[in-house]
């Protein structure tokens, strides 16, 4: 599969290293010297809450069947809703696991969080936010309702704690990378293998604007209503196509979200996903004592925390590489193989050296493009640029976004 070239107009990257960043409502002192710094990663660092999931619609490429150990039988059992018919695994993670299943020739998609699974009360506590601020983006009449998962009942059990949504497609993330180890002169080396999408994503430059677009407009619902999503990466983002076309974007997983105006309970989420002003924030004294979350607020626009997030997920797509791998991963090509490390994959997922490399990128972004051989459209790059400002006053709304001259062009 050849890697997407696009084409490069260096008019539109700002290549000035001294320029600081004009909001500071933390510390950013140590941001003056993010030049290159050191990030090599002793493990993989897999995105936060990341659940395995299968599809729920077909698609040419295999997918690995997903299987509970005799442990996770053991913790889950064979229980269901009551009304309910389990038909398939879909997915599953550290704290809970995921069903199709069906009630009346109606499908869904069931979380289940056993009693007796480890962090039971954090996750049962997290879903029940996720509930509060669905009901509250429920409220506002807007187009982007398609746009996001509904979600439908949250039950309580004896043995369990239910989640009851509406069945999508299938993550973002698992159809435009399959990861493998594999060894490379008896080297561990992860092999990137790009998939479908992602070939279609970066062929035909009105697939990537039809997803953009759906995304954007459920954002700004978001923004609307004055919710935060908290945690916009790949894997919370479920897709569907046909051929050429997109059919469905919705963007899932509110247990990291927090209302804009009351922001009690902003929580760490997937740390290479994350603006620089977030990932200071969670690294300061003001989180560690639940304080000044209102003061982040007051530096950024609704928006703008899940815009750089969105623009993370734009880059990812475009240099074909997750950000995340902090290990050695391969892209073989047709022209090359290709060597390399995710762009903000630093040790321990520290938030301090993610930000230097966050850092380091827009101040060399041509240099990065070079070395994933990626050639970039002026108008691509300009909204890019525009979400992954540094300053998050000046980033790019959801609205200002759908009216870019990258997604008006057809």
Not at 182 to 198: C, D, P, Q, T
Not at 283 to 295: H, L, P, W, Y
Request: contains cysteine.
């Amino acid at each position: 599969m050849l890697l997407f070239r696009l084409r490069i107009s260096s008019k539109n990257i700002s290549t000035d290293t001294h320029k600081k960043p004009s909001v500071n409502p933390f510390n950013y002192s140590f941001l003056n010297h993010a030049t290159q710094p050191p990030a090599t990663a002793l493990q993989i660092a897999l995105p936060s809450k990341q659940l395995i999931i299968q599809p729920a619609i077909e698609t040419c490429e295999k997918i690995e069947k997903i299987e509970l150990s005799k442990e996770e039988e053991e913790i889950y059992g064979n229980r269901m809703i009551k009304g309910f018919h389990k038909i398939l695994l879909l997915g599953k993670g550290g704290c809970a696991v995921v069903w199709k299943a069906s009630k009346e020739s109606k499908l869904y998609a069931i979380k289940q969080i056993a009693r007796k699974a480890e962090n039971a009360l954090s996750n049962i506590q997290s879903l029940k936010i996720e509930f509060e601020m669905y009901n509250k983006i429920k409220k506002i009449t807007h187009c982007g309702q398609k746009n996001i998962a509904e979600i439908y009942d949250i039950i309580e059990e004896k043995n369990d704690f239910w989640y009851v949504a509406e069945l999508g497609g299938l993550s973002l993330g698992r159809q435009i990378f399959r990861i493998k180890g594999e060894f490379v002169n008896s080297e561990r080396v992860y092999g990137i293998k790009h998939l479908k999408l992602h070939s279609l994503l970066t062929t035909n430059s009105n697939m990537i604007k039809q997803l953009l677009r759906n995304i954007l407009i459920g954002l700004d619902l978001m923004q609307e209503a004055g919710i935060v999503h908290g945690d916009i990466k790949p894997e919370n983002i479920l897709v569907e196509y046909k051929d050429t076309t997109i059919t469905d974007v919705k963007i899932i997983d509110l247990g990291s979200a927090f209302s804009f105006d009351k922001p009690s309970n902003i929580r760490m989420s997937t740390p290479e996903y994350l603006s620089p002003e977030a990932l200071i924030y969670f690294g300061s004294s003001a989180f560690q004592e639940s304080k000044n979350s209102i003061e982040l607020c007051k530096h950024q626009k609704p928006w703008s925390y899940d815009m750089w997030s969105l623009g993370a997920i734009v880059l990812e797509i475009y240099i074909g590489f997750p950000l995340w791998l902090s290990l050695k991963g391969k892209i073989c090509n047709n022209d090359y193989v290709f060597f390399s490390k995710g762009l903000f994959a630093v040790a321990g997922r520290e938030g301090k050296k993610i930000v230097q490399l966050q850092m380091s990128m827009l101040s060399n972004l041509n240099a990065y493009l070079k070395k994933y051989h990626v050639i970039m459209p002026s108008s691509a790059l300009n909204l890019l640029l525009r979400m992954m400002e540094f300053d998050p006053m000046k980033r790019i709304s959801p609205k200002e976004a759908l009216a870019h001259e990258f997604l008006s062009i057809q």
